[in-house]
């Protein structure tokens, strides 16, 4: 399995953005799918973003398009959640997720490494 470190949460203003990266240990990186999900307060894991191992367009929640871009480096085995146009409602713990080697991915269920969150704050 990948191992995963989240980095770059914080307080920021409503409006401003975020850089978000996710680090992993296993040379399975670049062959597994990595999505961004994020946990509200009293809300269920909510899969924000997500990209496939072999390419194609990256997934979004609509709550996000337009806003969020996802992007992987497997050079480095890091995968980035760039947020920018930040929300209130944006403000969560974000976790990164890895799925299984070669697989497609479409809910939690298919993503067995996680990381231990990153706390997002956007005050207005």
């Known amino acids: 399995q990948v191992q995963l470190v989240e980095s770059g949460g914080g307080l920021v203003q409503a409006g401003g953005s975020l850089r978000l990266s996710c680090a992993a240990s296993?040379?399975?990186?670049?062959?597994?799918?990595m999505a961004w999900f994020r946990q509200a307060p009293g809300k269920e894991r909510e899969l924000v973003a997500g990209?496939?191992?072999?390419?194609?367009?990256?997934y979004y929640a609509d709550s996000v398009k337009g806003r969020f871009t996802i992007s992987r480096d497997n050079a480095k085995y890091t995968v980035y959640l760039q947020m920018n146009s930040l929300k209130t409602e944006d403000t969560a713990v974000y976790y990164c997720?890895?799925?299984?080697?070669?697989?497609?991915?479409?809910?939690?269920?298919?993503?067995?490494?996680w990381g231990q969150g990153t706390q997002v704050t956007v005050s207005s």
């Open positions: 990209v496939s191992w072999g390419g194609g367009s990256p």
């Open positions: 997720a890895a799925g299984r080697t070669y697989s497609d991915y479409s809910t939690a269920a298919d993503f067995i490494s």
């Open positions: 296993g040379r399975a990186f670049s062959y597994v799918p």
